[in-house]
């Protein structure tokens, strides 16, 4: 099996499926240009295959280490 890396630049689509779930918000792909609210969004029927595998990557990968926001 090989391993695919991801482009983990802040506002990219893996670090947006990260943040989503860290913040349990639901699984809407997305991603930023440049810098997250900052810069132009891409939402998901802009976005390739790829960048929308990259996205669910990011939001499966914190999924299983279980990070989450704690709002206590």
Do not use: L
């Not at 099996?1 to 699984?27: E, F, L, N, T």
């Not at 914190?62 to 206590?72: I, M, Q, T, V």
């Amino acid at each position: 099996m090989i391993a695919v890396k991801y482009d983990q630049r802040h506002g990219g689509a893996y670090d947006r499926g990260g943040a989503d779930s860290y913040y349990c918000r639901g699984r809407r792909p997305h991603y930023f240009k440049s810098g997250t609210y900052s810069s132009e969004k891409v939402t998901e029927e802009q976005m390739t295959a790829a960048e929308i595998a990259a996205y669910h990557a990011g939001y499966d990968d914190n999924e299983r280490s279980g990070d989450k926001k704690d709002w206590g």
